[in-house]
């Protein structure tokens, strides 16, 4: 009897999709589709590990958010399923394998006519950001195997690998070794959510604020696009602040001195008052 994961209830993911694979949502912190030409994803480094009739594609990626790992798993059918894993994510991962190998590794031979209610034999959950990750040790009647469901916790659809358990101790040791090429933490970079991008049209002119990161940190770039011809400025986190009081005074200033005007425009004549 063999490990096949996919014997999990639609444990096998969509047929190959570019939107499904990349992450449709422009919200996403692994999003490649950056607009406007803020961000280029890139791939690092990858390995491949065929586990019985299954490949797993272990990636990893940066782009203007950080590096993270993507995990594609391949069935002998073509379908395919993938998570992102942050790097830290990644190592708190790899340790749990651990834990699931020995758990395993502990198991007496499969008992089919004894299978548990739900299929599950250990369960873990790990909590990044505003991602969820619930790991499940699983035996169905195609054998034992590991299932990884990811969730965004403020909305989008779930995705999830199926690992036959077999080769949680080849995938562990192929996950190490990509984290000690990169290391285990994201870079030091910033951890949360970055703002969306805004849009706003002046006139024939359109203006686009991005927020985006590099090794330097957190920064604005501020575009004008006018008949296909774009310029841009870029602010760093840091002086945000200063630049808006800046920005504040020269407002104040200008509708001080609007309002000034405007008074004496309005201001009764001397032919006026004698009336």
């Not at 009897?1 to 694979?21: E, F, H, P, R, T």
């Not at 990750?133 to 035996?139: R, S």
């Given at each position: ?21 990349e ?14 030409g803020?961000g280029?994803?890139?791939?690092l480094?990858?390995?491949?590990l065929q ?25 002998a059918?073509?379908?395919?399923s993938?998570?992102y ?12 394998l651990?834990?699931f ?10 008992n ?5 209610e ?5 369960s873990e ?7 969820r ?7 169905n009647a195609?054998?034992?195997f ?5 969730t965004?916790t403020r909305?989008g ?11 949680m101790?080849?995938?562990r040791?192929?996950l ?18 970055l ?11 359109n ?10 940190g ?8 006018k ?6 400025i870029?602010?760093p986190?840091?002086?945000w602040?200063r630049?808006r009081?800046?920005f ?7 509708k001080k ?5 405007t008074?004496?425009i309005?201001?009764?004549t001397s032919?006026?008052s004698?009336?």
């Open positions: 009897m063999s490990d096949l994961g996919s014997g999990d209830d639609g444990i096998s993911g969509s047929k190959y999709n570019v939107a499904n694979m992450g449709s949502s422009s919200r996403n912190d692994f999003d490649s589709s950056a607009k406007g803020s280029v994803e890139q791939e480094a990858t390995k491949m586990i019985q009739s299954k490949r797993f594609y272990l990636d990893v990626k940066q782009n203007r958010r950080g590096r993270f790992i993507k995990v594609a798993e391949i069935g059918d073509g379908r395919r993938q998570i894993l942050a790097l830290s994510t990644a190592a708190e991962f790899r340790d749990h651990s834990s190998s020995d758990y395993y590794a502990s198991l007496g031979p499969p089919t006519d004894n299978l548990p739900d299929g599950k034999l250990k959950m790990m909590i990044k950001d505003y991602r990750y619930y790991l499940d040790l699983k035996e195609r054998g034992r590991l299932r990884v469901s990811q965004i909305g659809p779930r995705s999830q690998i199926a690992l036959p358990a077999q080769g101790i080849e995938f040791d192929a190490t070794d990509l984290l000690e090429e990169f290391g285990a933490n994201d870079g030091g970079r910033f951890k949360g959510d703002p969306e991008e805004r849009h706003m049209k002046v006139d024939n002119k203006f686009y604020f991005d927020i985006g990161q590099n090794n330097r957190v920064y604005m770039r501020i575009s004008e696009v008949n296909n011809f774009r310029t841009s870029t602010i986190e840091k002086c602040i630049f009081d800046i504040n005074d020269y407002c104040e200033k200008m001195s609007s309002d000034s005007i008074a004496e309005n201001l009764p032919s006026n004698l009336k």
